[in-house]
Nanobody
Framework: QVQLVESGGGLVQAGGSLRLSCAASGTIWSIGDMGWYRQVPGKERELVAR???????NYAISVKGRFTISRDNAKNAVYLQMNSLGPEDTAVYYC?????????????WGQGTQVTVSS
């Protein structure tokens, strides 16, 4: 019912920056939390950053101070500004959101976008 489309991934050198964007479309009632997760082969998907509708944020310890999450509720969009990137940040990054549609909370995921940081 809700589709999430990411953009902004790519190849960057260590120390560089990237900005990821994600826009939600489809049957949108009222999106709650939005966020970014990442996954590398052989490891579980992990939280990168998450932002509530109120603007309250949570960050993984490994990215705190380097990444900034923001959202635009009018556009149903979420962004991730990534600075001081290192090879350890290489992963597939997934956009996330949830929303209530009367008595049911649903989670939605984007298709993922590759971020590769070269040393």
């Amino acid at each position: 019912q809700v589709q999430l489309v990411e953009s902004g991934g790519g190849l960057v050198q260590a120390g560089g920056s990237l900005r990821l964007s994600c826009a939600a479309s489809g049957t949108i009632w009222s999106i709650g939390d939005m966020g970014w997760y990442r996954q590398v082969p052989g490891k579980e998907r992990e939280l990168v950053a998450r932002i509530a509708k109120s603007g309250d944020t949570n960050y993984a310890i490994s990215v705190k101070g380097r990444f900034t999450i923001s959202r635009d509720n009018a556009k149903n969009a979420v962004y991730l500004q990534m600075n001081s990137l290192g090879p350890e940040d290489t992963a597939v990054y997934y956009c996330y959101c949830n929303q209530w549609s009367w008595r049911q909370m649903s989670d939605y995921w984007g298709q993922g976008t590759q971020v590769t940081v070269s040393s």
